[in-house]
């Protein structure tokens, strides 16, 4: 097998990510029991398992960091990708080879298992942390919590991010459904790490592990930039690369937890990693004059955090490249990023769950936005938006992780 025919062989399994449904697995017995079948590498593991509703990919790269800065080996497991597979698995910062990428695949497909996409890529990332053996192994959990291939890793720290809506269709309609279960990551016996968390959905985390369970509310943002975000935790001022004030609260949570794990640097070795920081697709400047930004927000309430943070940096309208899933609340997105928004370019993703063009131009047409006219091909409409754009002015394009992986890509940008 090469590595062309290990992704045809990916793409042969089911593949819920692409075909959103509602149907979800009862439980984790059967991964359990195939994970058996390739030794149960994921028990031979120690480290970080992140829940939550937004940050929590953001939160595993800055924990990565810190181990990988305390000269500690780290195997680094999140999604989605942007561009490659190979994103998702890293050893010690870096994506896993294309070679060890085909063996992986291969070991597993001469298994007698019946995985899907996200259960090889969580099993071949168990197999490689254990034979790499790494010392800590950072996983971000791919959906919800309790029935997330990622939650038989049975972790010395579980960090909990903000809980809010989204996968209604799968996770439930009540926040208090979502809280539930994404608060089975939680672990009675072990560390518990949350970020501040709405009234009830602290009362359902309480519920799972009783006191045993740190809120990280000692943190302060001071200012940001487009440099950097300044902030306080325990008194001490920290800054980082990633912008944003929810990058505060991220690295604050990552910070917690690795102290609480005994992972210590030392103060100037810490502002030195979190200055370093480079997450693609995170409010990520890829040009100026105008400026081009592109940013992963694909829910209300990461919108809601990019719409703070343009007011904050830039203090007036931007020109929007969007374009979202069609299992998102697009109105609730669209509501949200308005007040920034001076002109909107409604694009379509090329993805079998894509929200279709005339729907997303329908919708924007309801909220009042002034809209361009665009092709709904991604490179070309943010050409569009580029071309109508003033030097002075700033591009937004965000929506989905999956427009993001789709503009990086078709513009060649390197990240």
Same mark, same amino acid.
Do not use: W
């Given at each position: 097998?090469?590595?062309?025919?290990?992704?045809?062989?990916?793409?042969?399994?089911?593949?819920?990510?692409?075909?959103?449904?509602?149907?979800?697995?009862?439980?984790?017995?059967?991964?359990?029991?195939?994970?058996?079948?390739?030794?149960?590498?994921?028990?031979?593991?120690?480290?970080?398992?992140?829940?939550?509703?937004?940050?929590?990919?953001?939160?595993?790269?800055?924990?990565?960091?810190?181990?990988?800065?305390?000269?500690?080996?780290?195997?680094?497991?999140?999604?989605?990708?942007?561009?490659?597979?190979?994103?998702?698995?890293?050893?010690?910062?870096?994506?896993?080879?294309?070679?060890?990428?085909?063996?992986?695949?291969?070991?597993?497909?001469?298994?007698?298992?019946?995985?899907?996409?996200?259960?090889?890529?969580?099993?071949?990332?168990?197999?490689?942390?254990?034979?790499?053996?790494?010392?800590?192994?950072?996983?971000?959990?791919?959906?919800?919590?309790?029935?997330?291939?990622?939650?038989?890793?049975?972790?010395?720290?579980?960090?909990?991010?903000?809980?809010?809506?989204?996968?209604?269709?799968?996770?439930?309609?009540?926040?208090?459904?979502?809280?539930?279960?994404?608060?089975?990551?939680?672990?009675?016996?072990?560390?518990?790490?949350?970020?501040?968390?709405?009234?009830?959905?602290?009362?359902?985390?309480?519920?799972?592990?009783?006191?045993?369970?740190?809120?990280?509310?000692?943190?302060?943002?001071?200012?940001?930039?487009?440099?950097?975000?300044?902030?306080?935790?325990?008194?001490?001022?920290?800054?980082?690369?990633?912008?944003?004030?929810?990058?505060?609260?991220?690295?604050?949570?990552? /910070?917690?937890?690795? %102290?609480? !794990?005994?992972?210590?640097?030392? @103060?100037?070795?810490?502002? *030195? =990693?979190? +200055?370093?920081?480079?997450?693609?697709?995170?409010?990520?400047?890829?040009?100026?004059?105008?400026?081009?930004?592109?940013?992963?927000?694909?829910?209300?309430?990461?919108?809601?955090?990019?719409?703070?943070?343009?007011?904050?940096?830039?203090?007036?309208?931007?020109?929007?490249?969007?374009?979202?899933?069609?299992?998102?609340?697009?109105?609730?997105?669209?509501?949200?990023?308005?007040?920034?928004?001076?002109?909107?370019?409604?694009?379509? /993703?090329?993805?079998? %769950?894509? !929200?279709?063009?005339?729907?997303? @131009?329908?919708?924007?047409? *309801? =909220?009042? +936005?002034?809209?361009?006219?665009?092709?709904?091909?991604?490179?070309?409409?943010?050409?569009?938006?580029?071309?109508?754009?003033?030097?002075?002015?700033?591009?937004?394009?965000?929506?989905?992780?999956?427009?993001?992986?789709?503009?990086?890509?078709?513009?060649?940008?390197?990240?």
């Amino acid at each position: 097998m090469n590595y062309t025919r290990s992704l045809k062989y990916l793409s042969s399994l089911v593949d819920r990510e692409k075909k959103g449904s509602k149907k979800y697995k009862i439980s984790l017995r059967k991964f359990r029991e195939d994970l058996k079948k390739i030794g149960n590498p994921q028990k031979k593991l120690k480290g970080f398992l992140i829940g939550g509703t937004k940050g929590k990919g953001s939160t595993a790269y800055i924990v990565e960091s810190i181990c990988r800065n305390a000269n500690f080996k780290t195997g680094l497991f999140t999604s989605p990708h942007l561009i490659s597979y190979r994103e998702r698995i890293r050893i010690n910062g870096k994506p896993i080879t294309k070679a060890k990428f085909v063996s992986l695949i291969e070991e597993i497909a001469e298994t007698d298992t019946d995985l899907s996409v996200f259960e090889t890529l969580t099993a071949m990332a168990f197999l490689l942390f254990s034979r790499e053996k790494v010392d800590y192994s950072i996983f971000e959990v791919g959906l919800g919590g309790r029935l997330d291939a990622t939650n038989v890793f049975e972790p010395d720290v579980s960090i909990i991010t903000p809980i809010s809506f989204d996968h209604t269709a799968i996770l439930g309609t009540k926040l208090s459904e979502i809280a539930k279960e994404k608060a089975k990551i939680l672990r009675k016996d072990r560390i518990n790490i949350s970020a501040p968390q709405d009234e009830e959905v602290e009362g359902i985390l309480r519920e799972e592990v009783g006191k045993n369970i740190e809120f990280v509310n000692n943190y302060k943002v001071i200012s940001l930039d487009k440099k950097q975000t300044n902030f306080k935790l325990f008194d001490e001022k920290y800054s980082t690369s990633l912008i944003g004030e929810v990058q505060a609260l991220n690295a604050s949570l990552a /910070i917690t937890a690795c %102290r609480r !794990m005994g992972i210590n640097l030392g @103060k100037e070795k810490l502002d *030195e =990693t979190l +200055m370093s920081l480079k997450i693609p697709g995170r409010f990520q400047i890829i040009s100026r004059e105008p400026h081009v930004i592109i940013d992963g927000a694909h829910n209300v309430a990461s919108i809601r955090a990019l719409e703070k943070t343009i007011r904050k940096i830039f203090n007036r309208r931007v020109l929007l490249v969007f374009s979202c899933l069609s299992d998102k609340d697009i109105k609730g997105m669209l509501k949200a990023i308005k007040p920034v928004v001076k002109k909107i370019y409604p694009t379509e /993703i090329p993805y079998i %769950r894509k !929200m279709p063009l005339d729907e997303i @131009k329908k919708t924007i047409m *309801e =909220t009042g +936005m002034e809209m361009a006219e665009t092709t709904g091909i991604i490179e070309k409409d943010i050409e569009i938006a580029g071309k109508e754009a003033s030097s002075s002015d700033i591009i937004i394009v965000t929506g989905s992780f999956y427009l993001i992986g789709e503009a990086l890509k078709n513009l060649k940008i390197k990240y």
